[in-house]
């Protein structure tokens, strides 16, 4: 059997990131593997990326460094924009929107966790796309983004290779339907069984959850 590369996962990290926003897709895809040719095969490779080679701060005050900036990454298959509070100065920092919309959604996966989608719309990335975010924000979204087609109903919505997931612990659930779509129904299932995740495939908002009887 041939070892494919591992895909390339970048997850960009800021000031006043949710924590959970960032860890939960990095758990997913830095625990993805299989056995292959009588080894063990881990089948993403993950970094973080930051606005620059600095730690940053969490929301609760969590210090973290990542591994590259956006200006020295190395080439990324999939993308990943957490969100929390942070996103939005950030929604008016130039460099970092120039960053996100120099990538081309026709040649990488670009995903968002919460409001980092907030990111994705004002690099013009969710213009004429569905697109989720946290249900708080889901007003504000449509507001500011007229173009873009908000969805309140589902937890992660796909859009060709566009992906936005609702608040929080969606962002484990986009990174599995991310490992679906690249290595199949019988992968995800492994991974969310070995992180002892509940993968829920019926995909309403969480919040939506709380209400029913």
């Not at 957490?82 to 929604?91: A, N």
């Not at 004429?128 to 983004?145: I, Q």
């Not at 796909?158 to 991310?178: N, P, Q, R, Y």
């Not at 070995?194 to 019926?202: L, T």
């Amino acid at each position: 059997m041939i070892l494919i590369k591992p895909i390339s996962v970048g997850i960009f990290i800021f000031n006043d990131v949710e924590v959970l926003d960032f860890t939960g897709p990095f758990e997913v895809f830095s625990t993805t593997r299989k056995q292959a040719g009588g080894k063990e095969k881990y089948l993403y490779s993950v970094c973080l990326i930051g606005p620059n080679d600095g730690a940053i701060t969490t929301k609760g005050g969590m210090e973290v460094k990542p591994h590259f900036s956006i200006s020295s990454h190395p080439q990324l298959d999939h993308l990943i924009v957490p969100g929390g509070y942070g996103t939005r100065p950030l929604m008016h920092d130039e460099s970092v929107i120039d960053w996100i919309r120099s990538f081309d959604p026709k040649s990488i996966r670009l995903a968002s966790v919460c409001t980092g989608s907030l990111l994705l719309a004002s690099a013009g990335h969710l213009d004429g796309k569905r697109a989720t975010t946290h249900w708080t924000v889901l007003d504000m979204m449509e507001k500011s983004f007229p173009e873009v087609q908000v969805d309140r109903d589902c937890h992660v919505i796909i859009d060709e290779t566009v992906f936005t997931s609702a608040g929080v612990s969606a962002g484990i659930d986009l990174a599995l339907h991310m490992v679906r779509l690249d290595f199949g129904e019988a992968q995800a299932d492994w991974t969310a069984r070995h992180i002892e995740y509940a993968f829920d495939s019926d995909n309403f908002q969480r919040r939506l959850d709380i209400n029913r009887s």
